[in-house]
């Protein structure tokens, strides 16, 4: 059964710092990892989605990678802003199941 | 391009009735996922849903339930409500199944007096 985990699971941040979220999981046999962001009582926004076959991806200032091997994935945020702050989940597709298994998710704070 | 739609918004009930909750995905999208969000706790999958069959449940109780209509539209029932139904719903659609973007829509929030 796949698990998924992130860290840290809260962070309170001075705008302009650059973060580091992580997500890990322990079964390598994965389609994809999507990255979201979720703001408070609302639905979830799609960020990015690396496919099984790719090391990364970018959209505008967020870089996502993976490394399938070691169960990492990890989301880069440069320059963070207050408009940021959300709580930001990993998913992952797995291998024969089709069902994304999410992270308990990292709860962003960025202040002016 | 519409996004996923889900309705209600909001939804109050009391403990022992019935709640229907329904989403529409992305036109074109075939897959339908549901989860739910309690307070505090992480995304619980509860059931995925394509081209009109059931493919997969989580590990809940037989109390809920849904189908998926021939226009891929979904509804979840929650039957005999008790106080820990009290959540966030979410629905997500993508297309087709395997490696492509899951879509949310914006939630329908369950209260169980």
């Known amino acids: 059964k796949q698990e998924v985990t992130q860290i840290p699971a809260a962070l309170s941040v001075p705008e302009g710092e650059n973060l580091v979220l992580n997500c890990s999981f322990t079964d390598s046999a994965i389609y994809n990892l999507q990255w979201f962001r979720q703001d408070p009582g609302k639905g979830l926004t799609s960020l990015l989605l690396i496919q099984s076959s790719q090391r990364e991806q970018t959209s505008g200032r967020l870089n996502a990678s993976l490394d399938k091997s070691s169960g990492r994935s990890t989301l880069y945020i440069a320059a963070s802003q207050p408009g940021d702050s959300a709580t930001y989940l990993c998913a992952v597709l797995s291998g024969g199941s089709y069902i994304p298994t999410f992270g308990r998710g990292t709860s962003l704070i960025v202040h002016p | 391009e519409a996004g996923v739609t889900q309705s209600p918004t909001h939804l109050i009930k009391t403990r022992g009735q019935q709640a229907t909750l329904r989403c529409s995905p992305i036109s074109g999208h075939t897959s339908v996922y549901w989860y739910q969000q309690a307070l505090g706790l992480g995304l619980q999958f509860l059931l995925w849903y394509d081209e009109g069959e059931e493919r997969n449940r989580g590990n809940f109780p037989p109390r809920f339930s849904g189908r998926q209509f021939p226009n891929y539209s979904s509804e979840l029932n929650v039957n005999a409500l008790e106080l820990e139904d009290s959540a966030l719903y979410l629905c997500?659609?993508?297309w087709g199944t395997g490696a492509n973007v899951l879509t949310f829509g914006a939630g329908s929030r369950l209260t169980v007096l």
């Open positions: 997500a659609s993508s």
